[in-house]
């Protein structure tokens, strides 16, 4: 058996399983693929590898000036992949498993400012083919805002999930996890728009997915909606540069956090399986909290003359 037919056939052994995501699969195939390539360079094989060969692909990678992300994840792939070698008794152990990634550096994430959005969610029902591609358009920068949801989990949502004028919508994310989201009074009227246009067109009525496209996957694709917003956000006169679906998802919960949130509720909302990555918005609170001391403590006002008191 090739390597090749190795790493498909753990491939389709993880497609079958629990909460496949599409996405993941995706970045395994690439990620093993590109460390086999390695390996048969230096004459190797990926059962052949030990963990001084894994130890060595890493530092090529880091070589090549893949960020810190790329690697850990090539790592956790490789990892997985020989957990089920194991398990096929391909060989008898994991050459990856005591190895440690190398982490990931926490930045601030790029986020806009309330009147940034503001001024996409009125530019919106301007662009776009049409009463429906603007009422679609409408609806998705709608949406997005008010839940927070990731841009695949959006354009993946079935259309059942959204009949009957919900107050919450039924979400699938990561892992096959469910959560519910809670739906603003102004995105409820943009989706019942969405709809009653989206029904009236025979060419998407029949179509399963609340966001229809003719292209393979039935569906409005990822790629289709970033360069969506691009028009959207030059239409709002805000720097297309600093607009992405991820930064509006950044937006919702920094917007959230700033007014008193509670994490854990942003956590829940976003499909955090861990507080640790929602805990990266409270650079908000640090903010928030300083000007509140800056407004409030007696020793931080001025004191007559110009100068502080203290």
């Known amino acids: 058996m090739s390597d090749n037919t190795r790493i498909a056939t753990f491939l389709e052994a993880q497609a079958a399983g629990p909460g496949a995501a599409r996405n993941t699969l995706l970045a395994y195939g690439r990620d093993l693929k590109d460390y086999a390539d390695w390996l048969a360079r230096r004459k190797g094989t990926l059962l052949g590898a030990s963990q001084a060969d894994v130890e060595s692909y890493l530092i090529a990678c880091a070589a090549e000036g893949l960020a810190r992300s790329t690697r850990a994840r090539r790592l956790s792939s490789i990892r997985q992949f020989y957990r089920f070698a194991v398990e096929e008794r391909w060989r008898a152990d994991n050459p990856a498993i005591r190895l440690r990634g190398p982490g990931r550096v926490r930045h601030l994430p790029g986020t806009l400012s309330v009147a940034e959005v503001e001024r996409l969610l009125a530019a919106a029902p301007t662009v776009g083919r049409g009463l429906l591609g603007r009422a679609r358009n409408t609806a998705l920068v709608a949406l997005l805002y008010a839940t927070g949801m990731r841009v695949s989990e959006l354009v993946e949502l079935p259309v059942a999930a959204a009949r009957g004028h919900p107050e919450m919508l039924l979400v699938r994310g990561k892992g096959g996890k469910e959560r519910l989201v809670p739906l603003s009074p102004p995105a409820r009227a943009a989706l019942d728009d969405w709809l009653r246009a989206r029904d009236a067109d025979k060419a998407r009525a029949a179509s399963p997915h609340l966001f229809p496209s003719g292209g393979k996957t039935g569906h409005l694709t990822r790629h289709r909606f970033y360069g969506l917003i691009k028009e959207i956000a030059v239409a709002a006169g805000v720097d297309p ?23 854990r509720v942003i956590q829940t909302l976003l499909g955090h399986a861990d507080i640790a990555t929602t805990e990266i918005y409270t650079h908000v609170l640090d903010a928030r909290l300083r000007a509140l001391v800056e407004e409030h403590h007696p020793l931080a006002r001025p004191a007559p003359g110009g100068a502080r008191e203290g």
């Open 241 to 263: 540069a600093q607009v992405t679906p991820h930064r509006l998802r950044h937006a919702f919960a920094t917007h959230l956090l700033a007014n008193g949130a509670d994490l």
